[in-house]
């Protein structure tokens, strides 16, 4: 839903031409962004209505704004927990990361199955059991096969608090999530 500081506000208020493309497979979620998500004049915001699980749907949409040819940033933040095992979620991370031009980056938060005293997988349990939609958090090994093949940005996949904090406090808030951010060079064998 939108909010202050959207991915397009942030990246367009450094550089004015930049192209960001959002994806949701929710009706209502993609009806506000178009009221609400304009653009910079120089730049180019767009929405496609598609899942994550149809990647091949989103990159040719996407191909629409994008210059797949220079460097792109996929964000996939809080969203690949949402995404069960045997819905293959390695492989659809592989799929985008393939299209993307050496110099990309890829930016991944996810629930954490293995921080703390196992809150978020028993609070995930509980959800499970209530919700249609099924979260799966996985322990910061599995989260880091989703960056296999790419070079982890300093300090690594470390806890969302971690990621480059402003300050040693704001180091040690509460959170349950992994962060990362990999930059795709070449493809590593």
């Known amino acids: 839903m939108p909010a202050s500081s959207n991915i397009h506000e942030v990246a367009q208020s450094v550089a004015p031409e930049a192209r960001v493309v959002y994806v949701d497979h929710d009706p209502i979620v993609l009806c506000h962004a178009r009221a609400l998500l304009i653009s910079a004049p120089e730049g180019r915001t767009d929405f496609i209505e598609a899942d994550l699980r149809q990647p091949l749907a989103i990159l040719s ?14 964000i996939l933040t809080a969203i690949l927990h949402l995404i069960q095992d045997d819905e293959e979620p390695y492989q659809l991370v592989r799929q985008l990361v393939g299209a993307l031009a050496p110099g990309s980056y890829v930016v991944i938060s996810h629930a954490a199955g293995d921080i703390g005293n196992g809150d ?10 209530l919700m249609a939609q099924q979260t ?8 880091a096969g989703f960056f296999a093949r790419l070079d982890l940005v300093e300090p690594g996949l470390v806890r969302v608090p971690e990621w480059r904090p402003a ?3 704001d180091a040690k808030g509460p959170a349950q999530m992994w962060a990362g951010v990999a930059l795709k060079l070449a493809l590593k064998p």
Do not use: K, W, Y
């Open 167 to 169: 300050t040693a406090i």
């Open 120 to 129: 978020m997988a028993s609070m995930a349990s509980r959800l499970n059991e």
């Open 61 to 74: 949409g996407a191909v629409r704004t994008l210059d797949f040819g220079r460097p792109v940033a996929v």
């Open 136 to 143: 799966v958090p996985r322990a910061r090994e599995q989260v």
